[in-house]
């Protein structure tokens, strides 16, 4: 950013971008006056280790962190495939470089949520994307040759000890959180303002999922100046 010539911005992120840009608010560098993420990384210790452990979920919940714990309990429980085998062989993938049908595939079912979005759209019914949409997506990975080595990152994750995708990480700069529904987990306002001391913003939207700043550009766009209006 200093090389671009910016003395003061502010950096977003969802899925790994928000693992980078939270790893920026952590390191603090001169200029960075704040951060937004529509997937943050807030769940308590105590629920990390009881999803760790498959243990029941803790007694005090409220309905809205209820909610969050049943998505993460799915998630861990049948959404991790892909990960765990990103994370231990990657390089054995090479059926989704082989066959675009399998690359489609691989894409497609990697996440459950995303799965029956994109199965509506191709249903015929408007989700903010369009079939051309995802099969551009898919192309790009396909004529890039891209696929394997995009995993190498899981990989790279998996053998650095970072701690838990979604543990809090100390964050003492401002932080901006978006909570679309249909992402991995919908993070609560308690947790969010446990995890962020200086939690500036917070808004749960009515649509969109984790790939949101592609699902619905403008809500996207819209949540960002909202977030960083008091920091102007």
Do not use: C
């Amino acid at each position: 950013m200093q090389r671009l010539g910016y003395t003061r911005y502010v950096a977003q992120g969802g899925d790994w971008g928000n693992a980078v840009t939270e790893f920026m608010a952590v390191q603090e560098p001169p200029g960075l006056l704040g951060i937004h993420t529509n997937m943050p990384a807030t769940v308590p210790a105590n629920v990390s280790k009881a999803l760790a452990f498959q243990q029941a979920p803790p007694a005090d919940l409220t309905p809205e962190e209820r909610h969050a714990w049943d998505q993460l309990d799915f998630f861990f429980k049948n959404g991790l495939g892909y990960a765990i085998e990103m994370n231990n062989r990657p390089q054995t993938l090479y059926g989704i470089v082989d066959s675009p049908i399998g690359l489609a595939a691989w894409m497609i079912d990697h996440d459950a949520r995303s799965e029956e979005m994109i199965a509506r759209v191709f249903d015929g019914k408007m989700e903010g994307l369009t079939r051309d949409d995802v099969l551009d997506n898919i192309t790009l990975y396909w004529l890039t040759n891209t696929a394997i080595s995009s995993a190498q990152l899981y990989w790279d994750n998996a053998h650095h000890p970072t701690g838990g995708f979604f543990d809090p990480r100390g964050i003492k700069i401002p932080v901006a959180v978006s909570v679309f529904p249909d992402e991995l987990y919908s993070a609560p306002r308690s947790w969010a303002e446990s995890a962020y001391p200086k939690l500036i913003y917070y808004n749960r939207l009515p649509k969109g999922g984790h790939f949101a700043a592609w699902e619905q550009p403008e809500l996207f766009s819209e949540e960002i100046r909202a977030s960083f209006r008091s920091l102007r």
